[in-house]
């Protein structure tokens, strides 16, 4: 059954047909490549482009029916085609030069930190939900603080401002970044894996595929412009969701956190957020009897007002920025 000596020695002790349906899986693609560094390689990227675009078709399609817009957090405000082409066109091209290549260092990397990567049997829940865990909670605190540092004025300006190009953001836009950006913020994604591994040595491959398939969910859910009823963040209330992130694109400061709410709450870079919120509910408090136009359009009146301010805010950061340059 090996094709090569290489396969053949990767799995020398190892009774293919004992193994359960996902392991022979596992095992049949590095067999058939032959080549453990390609075959990881071609993996992780089939996965990555296929969980990125799979994520973010449905909220093209979201877009693109009226019956949803009720839960659309900026009212009003549809990614027109032309944006989400555009927008396509940049994340793929930097997937294909910047991501990829990166992404095909990644196996002869995961064996120097000691991470399984072709052996079988894969691990099982009890080993991965505690690590997926740790990589949430650690990726949230590195994303806090980079993020926050991302706003400072040379970096906001030559990085981040690509990223911000959109106050009402939409789920591709989620990597629409410099590639500057991807790869500090990305830091946060992989760190903990690689922590972990050199920690314990205990870590497979599989598991940082179910880590990155959910944080790439997260980062596109969270860009999604959609706060619905049944959002994640309605069931945990410290977890951020679109209804977070989204104010951060729209009024340029607050809300740094990625997955969690609590470092914005601790820090009290949430107090903009929060009273906004607050003045969303009380006018829709007041207005109980009035029809669902006029209190869209009293929701659009206080989007604009958060978006003015935004502008304000970011204009104030470049400004600094451009003073020190001539001191
Ligand atoms: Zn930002
Ligand atoms: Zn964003």
């Known amino acids: 059954m090996f094709h090569n000596a290489t396969s053949a020695a990767m799995y020398r002790d190892v009774d293919f047909t004992s193994l359960p349906w996902l392991e022979q899986q596992w095992m049949a693609w590095y067999i058939y490549i032959g080549n453990p560094i390609l075959a990881t390689g071609l993996m992780s990227f089939l996965l990555h482009e296929t969980i990125y675009f799979g994520r973010s078709v449905p909220w093209i399609i979201v877009d693109a029916i009226p019956y949803f817009r009720r839960w659309k957090l900026q009212a009003g405000k549809i990614p027109r085609p032309q944006e989400q082409w555009n927008c396509t066109k940049l994340v793929l091209f930097w997937h294909f030069t910047v991501e990829l290549p990166v992404i095909w260092l990644f196996h002869p990397f995961a064996e120097m930190v000691g991470m399984r990567t072709y052996e079988v049997p894969l691990p099982g829940y009890a080993e991965w939900v505690p690590q997926i865990a740790f990589f949430f909670v650690f990726e949230d605190m590195f994303h806090y603080f980079a993020h926050q540092a991302l706003h400072y004025g040379p970096l906001y300006k030559h990085i981040h401002k690509i990223h911000h190009m959109y106050s009402a953001p939409f789920g591709l836009a989620a990597t629409y970044a410099h590639p500057a950006e991807v790869a500090i913020l990305g830091m946060g994604t992989i ?28 980062a596109i859910d969270a860009h999604s412009g959609y706060d619905f009823p049944w959002s994640l963040q309605h069931w945990l209330p410290f977890w951020s969701g679109a209804e977070h992130h989204d104010f951060h694109h729209m009024a340029f400061t607050n809300n740094f956190g990625s997955s969690f709410r609590w470092w914005d709450r601790l820090l009290g870079t949430d107090d903009k957020y929060r009273a906004y919120r607050a003045r969303v509910k009380a006018s829709k408090d007041a207005i109980k009897c009035a029809s669902n136009e006029e209190r869209d359009k009293i929701e659009q009146k206080l989007i604009a007002e958060v978006e003015a301010d935004g502008v304000r805010a970011e204009a104030e950061v470049l400004r600094r920025m451009a003073k020190q340059k001539v001191q």
């Open 191 to 218: 760190a903990g894996p690689i922590l972990l591994c050199i920690a314990t040595g205990n870590f497979h491959l599989f598991s940082m595929y179910i880590w990155m398939t959910l944080r790439l969910f997260q």
